[in-house]
């Protein structure tokens, strides 16, 4: 069984070796540009089960959850310990969180807000790299560090080989028989330990691995993050295994190693090379291809769309998507769930009888 240390362990284990602590909300950032910086990365998805009236005081109604937890959290004294907050732009719920930071309830650490382009030709990268560049001069003087290219590249190669790791990992499902809750707390490790320490246990994890096939029919999963992780727990009680992720948390990340000897244009290379993802602007038609030949690489019986309430990006996509599959044979299901609740009794029902469907 791999140990998985808590957040607060490898928070504190980092602050040991000399290191500062960046939150960083969803979804996609340069996790090798804080390392550079001497910053673990500890990513915010919500938390989940969070007291939101603290944010609900601030948001519109219609704020999907993650952004109104994180900054319940943030403004509760969730996040005093860290070093500096990160909120991409990925969406406009993200956008406007860092905009109210920005302007009007500015956290104690100093914010930066990242903006990835929606397209992926040379301009885009281009752009990235810069953006990059600008942020490197930023932690410059938060942090008082001056990495040279070399020690950036190093940091780099580092969350290559790390990214590596987890899609060895997903690959590796069928034979590794952990439940699904298991094998997601191991996934999601990812979004807080150190590249070299996330790279060590799923090395052990793979060690692991048999022959055999793990039972149960295969499901997709797809949304943002598993969260209520009770699904998982549904899945496992149901005998279903997840076989195929589209979560915007760990799948859609598998970003490829660059190819530049620049690590600013590298950096920029792995973030706009991962899998089709609605919040960089992938064409739907793109995503569906993408979805439907991992259906039939891993055997996927059917699809669940896990998504997190007025998430405008997940649900713009999701009917021309859903038909996609349903056209290719994959019967779909869709929960819309919000992280501040518990998993809605309707929505383990409908999960227990899409898989009782597939016996």
């Not at 190693?257 to 600013?264: C, E, K, L, N, R």
């Amino acid at each position: 069984m791999v140990e998985i240390p808590a957040r607060g362990v490898a928070m504190a284990s980092w602050r040991e070796r000399g290191g500062g602590v960046a939150a960083v909300f969803p979804i996609h950032h340069p996790r090798s540009l804080w390392r550079a910086y001497g910053l673990l990365p500890v990513e915010v998805w919500g938390p989940p089960i969070t007291d939101t009236s603290r944010g609900d005081a601030r948001l519109q109604a219609y704020t999907c959850s993650i952004v109104r937890c994180g900054l319940a959290f943030l403004e509760s004294g969730g996040l005093d310990d860290v070093d500096l907050v990160v909120v991409p732009h990925a969406c406009d719920s993200l956008q406007g969180l860092g905009s109210l930071l920005l302007d009007f309830s500015p956290p104690r650490q100093p914010l930066i807000t990242p903006y990835l382009p929606r397209t992926r030709d040379a301009a885009a990268v281009n752009f990235l790299a810069a953006e990059l560049r600008g942020i490197g001069a930023r932690l410059a003087k938060i942090t008082g560090k001056s990495p040279n290219e070399e020690e950036i590249v190093a940091c780099v190669q580092a969350e290559e080989r790390a990214d590596a790791a987890l899609v060895a990992l997903f690959e590796a499902r069928r034979n590794l028989h952990l439940s699904n809750h298991a094998f997601y707390r191991l996934v999601r490790s990812r979004e807080y330990l150190p590249a070299e320490a996330f790279e060590a246990l799923v090395a052990q994890a793979l060690e692991d691995r048999v022959d055999a096939v793990m039972p149960g029919p295969g499901v997709l999963l797809s949304g943002l993050l598993p969260e209520p992780m009770a699904i998982l727990e549904v899945l496992d009680r149901a005998g279903a295994v997840v076989v195929l992720d589209d979560y915007a948390c760990s799948a859609r990340r598998h970003y490829p190693a660059g190819t530049s000897d620049d690590p600013w244009q590298r950096m920029a290379q792995r973030l706009l090379g991962g899998p089709p993802d609605p919040t960089l602007g992938h064409p739907i038609a793109q995503r569906v291809e993408h979805l439907v030949a991992g259906c039939e690489r891993t055997g996927v019986r059917a699809a669940i769309f896990h998504g997190v309430k007025f998430c405008e990006p997940e649900r713009f996509d999701l009917p021309l998507v859903r038909a996609g599959l349903e056209a290719a044979g994959v019967p779909c299901i869709d929960l819309e769930v919000d992280l501040a609740s518990p998993l809605a009794h309707q929505a383990i029902t409908q999960v227990e009888a899409l898989v009782e469907g597939l016996s």
